[in-house]
């Protein structure tokens, strides 16, 4: 009986993949391999996958529900983890569509190879802190009102919580949401911050701040993430306790570092381990954005007792490290 993860080859999928693999554990990933950002870097992911003897991997796309199907068929699986998706909030303005097709169409494709699989037993999927839109009441709390995005990207995430919450009450597929707060790390998406700010400070490049650098990230190191993951699909589904008014077996819960850090001292850390100033070019609000992301996570602890160990100075130092090293 194997895992199923989708998006094997991003980032969250890669270190999960290969966590369950080093356990031992089978592992069946698939992946579009598209080019939002460098294919190069995904494929360099997969080929330290492939070193493992119980990994399988297939180039499909989600949000073609006949490459699943045909690719899946025959194959045992107890458990999807679905982390593919079309990532990033400020590309949503410039290719709606992209989202609609991965994040919808996708996550449906999913949904249906969940209630088609006999032998499954749990299916997590990813969703994210941006559902909360622009709250200002901190921290976030996964019974908070998270019904006014302000990106399509954030949109596209809630609506999958509305959807998979459908399929669990129609068809008992148990489901469980995870909301990431900024996932950093090792291996990272080079479209996130901390990871353009390190190639153009290191180039000598100026940096854009938005919002003139006002801003608070909840930065959640990935092995963290990893962590949390694994002990989700060691327990199983737990049946959420809040005021819901039904007994659909979905959950969501926030899995972040319950440790908000202000911009201006990501990029001094960053700075002292790159040994370089960045040049700045601070600019407003960027459409779509937040001022701030702060997780609430007793949840997600008082269920599975996950809790972050890795500060954001070690989790930046780790990335500065591999970065060096890769390139």
Same mark, same amino acid.
Do not use: C
């Given at each position: 009986? /194997?895992?199923?993860?989708?998006g094997?080859?991003?980032?969250?999928?890669? #270190?999960?993949?290969?966590?369950?693999?080093?356990?031992?554990?089978?592992?069946?990933?698939?992946?579009?391999?598209?080019?939002?950002?460098?294919?190069?870097?995904?494929?360099?992911? *997969?080929?330290?996958?492939?070193?493992?003897?119980?990994?399988?991997?297939?180039?499909?796309?989600?949000?073609?529900?006949?490459?699943?199907?045909?690719?899946?068929?025959?194959?045992?699986?107890?458990?999807?983890? #679905? *982390?593919?998706?079309?990532?990033?909030?400020?590309?949503? $303005?410039?290719?709606?569509r992209?989202?609609?097709?991965?994040n919808?169409?996708?996550?449906?494709?999913m949904?249906?190879? /969940?209630?088609?699989?006999?032998?499954?037993?749990?299916? $997590?999927?990813?969703?994210?802190?941006?559902?909360?839109?622009?709250?200002?009441?901190?921290?976030?709390?996964?019974?908070?009102?998270?019904?006014?995005?302000?990106?399509?990207?954030?949109?596209?995430?809630?609506?999958?919580?509305?959807?998979? #919450?459908?399929?669990? #009450?129609?068809?008992?597929?148990?489901?469980?949401?995870?909301?990431?707060?900024?996932?950093?790390?090792?291996?990272g998406?080079?479209?996130?911050?901390?990871?353009?700010?390190?190639?153009?400070?290191?180039?000598?490049?100026?940096?854009q701040?938005?919002?003139?650098?006002?801003?608070?990230?909840?930065?959640?190191?990935?092995?963290d993430?990893?962590?949390?993951?694994? =002990?989700? *699909?060691?327990?199983?589904?737990?049946?959420?306790?809040?005021?819901?008014?039904?007994?659909?077996?979905?959950?969501i819960?926030?899995?972040?570092?319950?440790?908000?850090?202000?911009?201006?001292?990501?990029?001094?850390?960053?700075?002292?381990?790159?040994?370089?100033?960045?040049?700045?070019?601070? *600019?407003?609000?960027?459409p779509?954005?937040?001022? /701030? !992301?702060?997780?609430?996570? =007793? /949840?997600?602890?008082?269920?599975?007792?996950?809790?972050?160990? !890795?500060?954001?100075?070690?989790?930046?130092?780790?990335?500065?490290?591999?970065?060096?090293?890769?390139?």
């Amino acid at each position: 009986m /194997a895992y199923l993860i989708t998006g094997a080859a991003g980032f969250i999928g890669f #270190h999960l993949s290969r966590s369950l693999l080093e356990k031992g554990l089978p592992v069946i990933g698939i992946d579009s391999m598209n080019d939002y950002y460098s294919v190069e870097l995904k494929q360099s992911r *997969l080929e330290i996958l492939n070193t493992y003897k119980n990994f399988q991997f297939g180039t499909v796309d989600i949000s073609s529900d006949s490459d699943l199907e045909t690719f899946l068929t025959g194959k045992k699986i107890t458990r999807i983890i #679905h *982390l593919a998706a079309q990532a990033g909030v400020r590309y949503s $303005l410039e290719n709606p569509r992209a989202y609609v097709q991965s994040n919808l169409v996708g996550h449906l494709n999913m949904l249906e190879i /969940a209630r088609n699989t006999d032998t499954l037993e749990h299916m $997590l999927y990813a969703s994210s802190s941006s559902v909360y839109g622009g709250r200002t009441d901190l921290p976030f709390r996964e019974t908070d009102r998270a019904d006014r995005p302000v990106s399509l990207y954030a949109a596209t995430k809630k609506s999958d919580e509305l959807i998979s #919450h459908t399929y669990a #009450h129609l068809y008992g597929i148990p489901l469980t949401g995870l909301r990431f707060f900024t996932v950093y790390g090792p291996w990272g998406r080079p479209d996130m911050a901390y990871y353009s700010f390190t190639r153009k400070i290191l180039a000598g490049e100026p940096i854009q701040v938005f919002n003139h650098g006002d801003m608070l990230r909840d930065f959640t190191y990935v092995d963290d993430i990893v962590s949390g993951i694994l =002990s989700m *699909l060691e327990q199983g589904f737990v049946k959420p306790r809040d005021d819901r008014q039904d007994d659909a077996p979905h959950s969501i819960y926030n899995i972040g570092n319950n440790s908000p850090e202000k911009l201006e001292n990501f990029l001094a850390i960053l700075e002292s381990l790159l040994g370089k100033k960045a040049i700045r070019e601070n *600019l407003p609000m960027q459409p779509g954005d937040v001022p /701030a !992301t702060y997780a609430d996570i =007793s /949840a997600i602890h008082r269920d599975y007792g996950f809790q972050p160990e !890795t500060n954001l100075e070690e989790g930046l130092k780790q990335f500065v490290s591999w970065y060096k090293t890769y390139y």
